[in-house]
């Protein structure tokens, strides 16, 4: 068995370095439209992209298509990169932008068919309610939240972003995504308390 990282060197005796390129180093070599380098930040941030926009989305394919345009318009816009933040964050926000602007050439209900469950799981969970009424009703309530406040709601209690990650990635202050959950988390609450009192109080009783 070969001990590649002691054995192997380059031409001028040096030893080939295994370790992956900065953020930096990466971005010079894309900037060159070095080939190699774009398939390596392809390949480093593919699947938690498509991760990403599976869950804003729920469609599957509709996932791998906005994946493909999230790395093209990256690749596109590379001269509009300043460094304020990670390479990868960075990406992560045109994701985020790719995947609303698709969504609103798509029915809503349809769109966010799969996170919409998922939240009624994680909220039902929460509140420890197992009537499929309340679901039903949760769900409802849910859909009917603002877009904005919805999003928020969704990548933060239901993805599990943080505050800081839905900032960067929705070019909000982290006060307005925090405000922003709070006023979806009373909404849910205000919509189950006549249904369901006891569960209600449940809702988002964790810390922002």
């Given at each position: 068995?070969?001990?590649?990282?002691?054995?192997?060197?380059?031409?001028?005796?040096?030893?080939?370095?295994?370790?992956?390129?900065?953020?930096?180093?990466?971005?010079?070599?894309?900037?060159?439209?070095?080939?190699?380098?774009?398939?390596?930040?392809?390949?480093?941030?593919?699947?938690?992209?498509?991760?990403?926009?599976?869950?804003?989305?729920?469609?599957?394919?509709?996932?791998?298509?906005?994946?493909?345009?999230?790395?093209?318009?990256?690749?596109?816009?590379?001269?509009?990169?300043?460094?304020?933040?990670?390479?990868?964050?960075?990406?992560?926000?045109?994701?985020?932008?790719?995947?609303?602007?698709?969504?609103?050439?798509?029915?809503?209900?349809?769109?966010?068919?799969?996170?919409?469950?998922?939240?009624?799981?994680?909220?039902a969970r929460q509140s420890?309610?197992?009537?499929?009424?309340?679901?039903?009703?949760?769900?409802?309530?849910?859909?009917?939240?603002?877009?904005?406040?919805?999003?928020?709601?969704?990548?933060?209690?239901?993805?599990?972003?943080?505050?800081?990650?839905?900032?960067?990635?929705?070019?909000?202050?982290?006060?307005?995504?925090?405000?922003?959950?709070?006023?979806?988390?009373?909404?849910?609450?205000?919509?189950?308390?006549?249904?369901?009192?006891?569960?209600?109080?449940?809702?988002?009783?964790?810390?922002?």
């Amino acid at each position: 068995m070969h001990a590649h990282r002691h054995d192997d060197s380059t031409a001028t005796g040096g030893p080939v370095t295994l370790e992956a390129p900065s953020d930096a180093d990466l971005l010079a070599r894309l900037r060159a439209r070095d080939p190699a380098a774009e398939r390596q930040f392809y390949e480093r941030h593919v699947d938690r992209i498509y991760r990403l926009i599976l869950r804003m989305s729920g469609r599957p394919e509709l996932a791998q298509e906005w994946t493909q345009d999230t790395f093209l318009r990256a690749f596109n816009r590379l001269d509009q990169f300043r460094g304020d933040a990670a390479l990868g964050s960075w990406l992560h926000a045109i994701a985020v932008s790719v995947t609303l602007n698709g969504l609103r050439t798509h029915k809503r209900r349809e769109a966010f068919a799969a996170p919409l469950e998922e939240a009624t799981t994680v909220a039902a969970r929460q509140s420890d309610a197992s009537d499929p009424d309340l679901k039903t009703r949760l769900k409802a309530a849910i859909a009917a939240l603002p877009e904005g406040t919805r999003r928020v709601f969704l990548m933060h209690d239901v993805e599990g972003f943080t505050h800081e990650e839905i900032s960067d990635a929705l070019g909000c202050a982290v006060g307005t995504s925090k405000s922003q959950l709070s006023r979806a988390r009373e909404k849910l609450r205000t919509a189950l308390a006549a249904f369901a009192p006891t569960a209600s109080l449940q809702l988002g009783k964790e810390s922002a």
